[in-house]
């Protein structure tokens, strides 16, 4: 297994890395448990001007950490720079919040014989992080400053096409302050990922990632009793109501398909539209998908970069030729240019039906689906009908319809007009074969926390006498 750094553009090496041995792998965990040993002892103030200084940290490399993500994995340039910046402010959030957010709950103390009674949360240790290329900052580091923040320690298992991101994480949070072992970055492969599980110090693990890895990982926390955190990516859907403004649709439908070369797991996938507004919808999107430039990831001019991976630019043109070779039709794009790296152009595609791969499967490029559909209930049902249910976009300016929305989509995210995003301030998770708990708002600083009963009493006699005893 190839550790290493390969330039999306040309396809050529630029750097590889060895793999940890078993001892350097051991010394790792027990870092951890030093490290875990050491922050879970400090306090919200403490934590909180490291995870400040970290912030400051991104902030004042953000030019240069933006340039090697666009290196590493082909994103823009322009993008790479709003993920440091998007990065620092989830640090800087969870700087401010996180003693709120795990305060003791008080519970009713009468009511169960006390003088006192709460709950409270507690980190639970060292927590393995599988993360991939796509978002190679944002991804680690919204699962990083909550679980720092709450004094659990982070081991990263990076993607293998970016090590240099993840060795640039690996120093961020020891140079701004957090003890030696509280986050590293394991340079592993795979293959050594049940043994970190296995291993007792390690108490739990999260995973962005396909449905495959997802269940891999479940798999092997399950059987060492591990908890775990999923996001295993969607298909999600774009729906367009008659009464929606289209021509705004159409504008954010395209950037929402494209954003990170459309290498997003809540980017738009498939485009849901009324039939009484499909033809300005489809005029107007296939006008904007093709008039996207594809380029140099670095320029300013370039609004669409290469695929990460060989592999993934290859996944997604076969895809496509599955719909076409079925009887889809391709309105803008489908043909890679002959050229070194990988790249794909901005395409729609029509007329898709049960059987194509398409039509169930994620594309996980800028390719877009369009669909037809002449009521609610249709759109409805198109929508909730993959295995996915991660992020959701439905464009109506009617409030009843809204609300219908809101309540019918199966999905963890629903976005009424306007792009799915995740902010710190919102859970963040999908349903189904999209995974299950949640990352970012006070939701995500609890998932790897144990919340402990306390009961007082005072001292003269023990709680609940005479009552039976679970």
Same mark, same amino acid.
Not at 28 to 38: K, P
Not at 97 to 111: M, N, V
Not at 202 to 227: C, D, F, M, N, P
């Given at each position: 297994?190839?550790?290493?750094?390969?330039?999306?553009?040309?396809? !050529?090496?630029?750097?590889?890395?060895?793999?940890?041995?078993?001892? !350097?792998?051991?010394?790792?965990?027990?870092?951890?448990?030093?490290?875990?040993?050491?922050?879970?002892?400090?306090?919200?103030?403490?934590?909180?001007?490291?995870?400040?200084?970290?912030?400051?940290?991104?902030?004042?490399?953000?030019?240069?950490?933006?340039?090697?993500?666009?290196?590493?994995?082909?994103?823009?340039?322009?993008?790479?720079?709003?993920?440091?910046?998007?990065?620092?402010?989830?640090?800087?959030?969870?700087?401010?919040?996180?003693?709120?957010?795990?305060?003791?709950?008080?519970?009713?103390?009468?009511?169960?014989?006390?003088?006192?009674?709460?709950?409270?949360?507690?980190?639970?240790?060292?927590?393995?992080?599988?993360?991939?290329?796509?978002?190679?900052?944002?991804?680690?580091?919204?699962?990083?400053?909550?679980?720092?923040?709450?004094?659990?320690?982070?081991?990263?298992?990076?993607?293998?096409?970016?090590?240099?991101?993840?060795?640039?994480?690996?120093?961020?949070?020891?140079?701004?302050?957090?003890?030696?072992?509280?986050?590293?970055?394991?340079?592993?492969?795979?293959?050594?990922?049940?043994?970190?599980?296995?291993?007792?110090?390690?108490?739990?693990?999260?995973?962005?990632?396909?449905?495959?890895?997802?269940?891999?990982?479940?798999?092997?926390?399950?059987?060492?009793?591990?908890?775990?955190?999923?996001?295993?990516?969607?298909?999600?859907?774009?729906?367009?109501?008659?009464?929606?403004?289209?021509?705004?649709?159409?504008?954010?439908?395209?950037?929402?398909?494209?954003?990170?070369?459309? !290498?997003?797991?809540?980017?738009?996938?498939?485009?849901?539209?009324?039939?009484?507004?499909?033809?300005?919808?489809?005029?107007?999107?296939?006008?904007?998908?093709?008039?996207?430039?594809?380029?140099?990831?670095?320029?300013?001019?370039?609004?669409?970069?290469?695929?990460?991976?060989?592999?993934?630019?290859?996944?997604?043109?076969?895809?496509?030729?599955?719909?076409?070779?079925?009887?889809?039709?391709?309105?803008?794009?489908?043909?890679?240019?002959?050229?070194?790296?990988?790249?794909?152009?901005?395409?729609?595609?029509?007329?898709?039906?049960?059987?194509?791969?398409?039509?169930?499967?994620?594309?996980?490029?800028?390719?877009?689906?369009?669909?037809?559909?002449?009521?609610?209930?249709?759109?409805?049902?198109?929508?909730?009908?993959?295995?996915?249910?991660?992020?959701?976009?439905?464009?109506?300016?009617?409030?009843?319809?809204?609300?219908?929305?809101?309540?019918?989509?199966?999905?963890?995210?629903?976005?009424?007009?306007?792009?799915?995003?995740?902010?710190?301030?919102?859970?963040?998770?999908?349903?189904?074969?999209?995974?299950?708990?949640?990352?970012?708002?006070?939701?995500?600083?609890?998932?790897?926390?144990?919340?402990?009963?306390?009961?007082?009493?005072?001292?003269?006699?023990?709680?609940?006498?005479?009552?039976?005893?679970?």
């Amino acid at each position: 297994m190839s550790i290493a750094t390969i330039d999306p553009t040309s396809g !050529q090496v630029l750097k590889t890395f060895d793999e940890l041995t078993d001892e !350097q792998l051991d010394a790792a965990l027990a870092r951890a448990a030093d490290g875990f040993a050491r922050l879970r002892t400090t306090g919200f103030d403490e934590r909180a001007r490291w995870m400040s200084a970290a912030a400051d940290l991104l902030d004042a490399e953000r030019d240069d950490v933006a340039r090697m993500m666009t290196t590493e994995m082909g994103k823009t340039y322009a993008s790479a720079k709003a993920e440091v910046t998007k990065c620092a402010a989830a640090c800087r959030y969870y700087a401010r919040h996180a003693e709120s957010f795990l305060a003791d709950e008080p519970a009713d103390a009468a009511a169960v014989g006390a003088i006192r009674a709460y709950g409270r949360y507690q980190p639970m240790g060292p927590v393995l992080a599988v993360m991939p290329w796509n978002f190679p900052l944002w991804q680690v580091i919204r699962f990083a400053a909550p679980a720092l923040m709450a004094g659990n320690v982070g081991l990263l298992k990076h993607a293998s096409n970016v090590p240099q991101t993840a060795l640039y994480l690996d120093e961020l949070f020891r140079r701004a302050g957090f003890p030696v072992g509280a986050f590293q970055a394991l340079m592993i492969g795979s293959s050594a990922i049940d043994r970190v599980l296995a291993d007792p110090r390690v108490r739990a693990a999260t995973l962005t990632g396909s449905e495959g890895a997802g269940r891999s990982i479940a798999a092997s926390a399950g059987r060492h009793l591990k908890k775990t955190v999923l996001e295993l990516g969607g298909s999600d859907p774009f729906v367009v109501m008659p009464s929606a403004d289209v021509q705004r649709a159409a504008e954010v439908a395209t950037v929402a398909r494209c954003q990170n070369n459309g !290498q997003s797991c809540i980017a738009a996938k498939r485009f849901i539209v009324h039939a009484d507004v499909y033809d300005a919808f489809a005029e107007a999107f296939v006008a904007r998908m093709a008039a996207l430039r594809v380029g140099d990831p670095m320029s300013e001019e370039t609004d669409v970069g290469p695929l990460a991976t060989e592999r993934g630019r290859d996944e997604v043109a076969e895809q496509v030729r599955d719909a076409v070779d079925r009887g889809a039709r391709v309105l803008c794009g489908g043909d890679p240019p002959e050229r070194a790296g990988w790249w794909y152009p901005p395409t729609v595609v029509a007329d898709l039906a049960p059987g194509m791969r398409m039509y169930a499967e994620e594309v996980f490029g800028p390719v877009a689906g369009l669909y037809r559909v002449s009521s609610y209930d249709e759109a409805i049902a198109l929508a909730n009908g993959t295995n996915y249910g991660l992020g959701s976009n439905a464009w109506t300016r009617d409030p009843a319809e809204q609300e219908r929305f809101v309540t019918d989509l199966d999905a963890g995210l629903v976005f009424i007009n306007g792009m799915t995003t995740s902010y710190p301030e919102l859970p963040f998770g999908g349903v189904r074969n999209s995974g299950y708990g949640r990352e970012l708002s006070a939701h995500g600083i609890r998932e790897f926390c144990t919340l402990k009963a306390v009961w007082v009493g005072e001292g003269v006699a023990g709680p609940g006498a005479g009552a039976h005893s679970e």
